[in-house]
């Protein structure tokens, strides 16, 4: 069994991910900001299907809970092979001239800093140069990356392009390291995100705007950090592959 960390697992995208990740044999390190009684029901399904996790609230914006977290990881019998950078937020629909500083540095924050301190761990346990055994990064992007954002949230959309552009960049970086990091950019998906930032009528109100015709479940999300995490993605890194059924 090999230990893997789902960040922002209880919900949505990053519990799809934590149960594919249990289904395929990992342990899996899900962690959560607020809410314990979502992230110990996705601890439940997984070992209730076979699999081994365990929840761990974390604040992605601090750089102190985040290294409080590795330490955990480090006294676990496995050695961590995978990280999903999942965690993440919006602040909310605004457009840009109402945009507080607050509501900018927030997002920027989870999205991106915490992101980057979660990948910088991760390195210093999995590269070969200090006794690691390599691994692997992903990190859950957003099609509103390329799209812009335009009307909704821009500022979410700008702190998904720094993270690809650290993806690509990590990637470059830490090749000769025995680390993948890889990219996953989810378009419309079915999840609370929407009605958190306002509207959770917009999956429906934006599926004519997706070539299949439909939003996209977690699942098929999970499905392709599944593949990217295994042997069969072996020499793909620095790769970001949209989820978005055309969009």
């Known amino acids: 069994m090999t230990l893997a960390l789902v960040t922002g697992g209880s919900r949505g995208i990053g519990a799809a991910i934590s149960r594919k990740l249990g289904s395929l044999g990992y ?3 899900l962690t959560y900001e607020r809410d314990s009684h979502a992230a110990a029901q996705v601890v439940k ?3 209730q299907a076979g699999g081994s996790a365990q ?3 974390l604040d992605t914006a601090s750089e102190a809970s985040i290294t409080q977290l590795f330490h955990a990881l480090d006294q676990e019998p496995q050695a961590l092979s995978l990280l999903v950078n999942n965690a993440g937020i919006t602040a909310g629909f605004s457009l840009l001239e109402s945009l507080s500083l607050e509501r900018l540095e927030q997002v920027f924050r989870v999205n991106v800093f915490g992101a980057f301190i979660c990948a910088r761990e991760a390195v210093r346990r999995m590269a070969k140069s ?3 055994q390599g691994g692997v990064i992903i990190n859950v992007s957003s099609r509103a990356a390329e799209l812009g954002g335009s009307g909704e949230w ?3 959309a700008a702190s998904k392009g720094a993270l690809d552009t650290m993806t690509r960049g990590l990637a470059k970086e830490v090749a000769d390291e025995g ?3 890889n990219g996953i950019a989810p378009g419309l998906i079915e ?3 929407h009605a958190a930032a306002g509207k959770p009528e917009r999956p429906a109100l934006m599926a004519p705007t997706v070539p299949v015709g439909r939003a996209g479940s977690p699942e098929e999300v999970a499905d392709c950090v599944g593949w990217l995490a295994s042997p069969e993605a072996s020499y793909v890194t620095g790769a970001i592959i949209p989820v978005s059924g055309g969009r």
């Open 27 to 29: 342990r899996v390190y």
């Open 45 to 47: 399904e997984i070992t």
């Open 55 to 57: 929840a761990w609230q």
């Open 130 to 132: 200090r006794g690691g």
């Open 154 to 156: 821009i500022h979410y």
């Open 179 to 181: 680390i993948r990091v």
């Open 191 to 193: 999840t609370d995100l």
